[in-house]
């Protein structure tokens, strides 16, 4: 009995204190900034990250105390080492040492609850939550095929390869995560060009952090990546950058703010304090008079440890292709929020793309039932709570941001996939 006693004292006094904390959080928020939304249950939950510039949201919550005036005063955000760190620490959850969500290629979100990636195929429930950004990624191309001509058209690779197979060697491509976004771009590119990247060229995995390296030591003939990596590439004189993935798809989706359903399902107050901190760091990166300074955060050591000549001009839109060619264009920018938050806004639409690239190279079945799949992990209902908790015009807002249109002339109906699928002529469905 006197265990029980002690055992009850401990819990109340623990929660007392959790409410304790809770309350000083709020009392630092500017006038209205809590109203209408509940206190979280608890005060933190660990993220993790890449060192890729779209993660910038996440490191800009934390330094700017976006998740403390939320209330979420205990949050760790976490360097990962690799995608398939990320995943191996989501399976484990922090409860087992490793993390509730963070940073993420939006694929993953399907992979991870399909079982597709996950050991003995073990379905991890997860949700999309929110788009951390829009474009600026880069399919950089060795020095050695400067002459080629290839640029946003991959054909002049097609012989380039070929050769290379004809003699015997192989053509070794990076993506830096099967199915992930940057795995689909390189696909798209390539097979765009007349180029089938399931028989012409020998795609490898490659941690977004180690593709300069390896592209110096000849490891690779292309990558495709996220920044700062590119433009890291081009300054060191490496390689070049044959395209950016905003001239591919304008105003593509990348990264996610993806977290366990398990989590968010037991913590719903929580989760949106920590969406409404992310959306507010969304919009502090996107304003043209914070660049410079955001550039320096996220490029300190305990961040990405990089340069910030190597972050600061793609996040303008100043693109140095390298091999002389530099091109400054906004459009070509990542983007973080947008106008009124439609890059931060999962939309449906773009997740049915996804799953549907994916079934196009065989990563997902044919036959998956693709719309109960992104119903099920798209939680944008949770994206308009906190936009309105955040006093944000969420009108305009649904399933659907309508037909997309690709580089090539190709179109996405999110209402016929089927009928973008057909219209493909190299593909590797099961």
């Known amino acids: 009995m006197t265990r029980s006693l002690l055992t009850r004292r401990s819990l109340l006094k623990s929660a007392t204190g959790a409410v304790a904390s809770m309350a000083a959080a709020r009392a630092l928020l500017p006038a209205g900034a809590w109203a209408g939304t509940p206190l979280p249950e608890v005060t933190g939950a660990k993220l ?29 955000i ?4 690799s995608w398939g760190a ?3 620490n989501m399976t484990l959850g922090s409860a087992a ?5 963070g940073h993420i290629l939006r694929p993953k979100v399907h992979l991870y609850t399909t079982g597709k990636v996950i050991q003995n195929n073990q379905p991890l429930p997860m949700y999309n939550l929110l788009g951390l950004n829009e474009d600026c990624q880069g399919l950089s191309v060795t020095q050695a095929y400067a002459d080629t001509g290839v640029g946003l058209d991959s054909s002049p690779l097609k012989d380039v390869f070929a050769a290379k197979r004809a003699s015997g060697a192989e053509v070794p491509v990076a993506m830096t995560f099967p199915g992930g976004t940057h795995d689909l771009w390189m696909r798209y590119w390539l097979a765009a060009g ?3 990247p399931t028989k012409d060229v020998d795609l490898i995995v490659v941690p977004p952090p180690q593709m300069v390296a390896n592209m110096k030591v000849g490891n690779m003939e292309a990558f495709c990546v996220g920044e700062p990596w590119n433009e890291q590439l081009v300054n060191q004189g490496i390689g070049f950058t044959a395209a950016t993935t905003g001239e591919l798809w304008s105003r593509h989706p990348e990264k996610v703010l993806g977290m366990r359903a398990d989590w968010v399902d037991a913590n719903p107050n929580a989760t949106i304090a920590i969406m409404m901190a992310v959306m507010e760091a969304q919009m502090w990166c996107d304003a043209a008079e914070n660049k410079d300074e955001m550039a320096e955060i996220v490029g300190r050591r305990q961040w990405y440890n990089v ?12 693109i140095n292709y390298g091999n002389g060619r530099k091109v400054s264009d906004p459009k070509l920018a990542m983007k973080f929020w947008g106008t009124k938050g439609e890059t931060s806004f999962p939309w449906k639409s ?5 799953v549907t690239e994916n079934q196009r190279w065989g990563y997902l079945p044919g036959d998956l039932d693709s719309k109960a799949l992104v119903d099920g992990t798209n939680r944008s209902d949770l ?3 906190a936009a309105a908790g955040l006093g944000l015009d969420t009108t305009g807002f649904g399933d659907s941001r309508g037909v997309e249109t690709f580089f090539d002339g190709k179109t996405f109906d999110p209402a016929n996939p089927q009928a973008y699928l057909d219209s493909l002529s190299i593909k590797a469905m099961v």
């Open 48 to 76: 993790g990250y890449i060192a890729l510039t779209d993660s910038a949201p996440l490191i800009i919550a934390q330094e700017k105390g976006y998740f403390a005036r939320h209330g979420m005063t205990e949050m760790l």
């Open 78 to 81: 976490e360097k990962q080492a």
């Open 86 to 88: 990320t995943r191996d």
């Open 97 to 101: 040492g490793g993390i509730d969500g």
């Open 194 to 196: 007349g180029i089938d």
């Open 307 to 318: 340069p910030v000549t190597d972050i600061i001009g793609r996040i303008k839109g100043d």
């Open 350 to 354: 773009l997740d049915t793309w996804f």
């Open 383 to 385: 994206w308009l709570q």
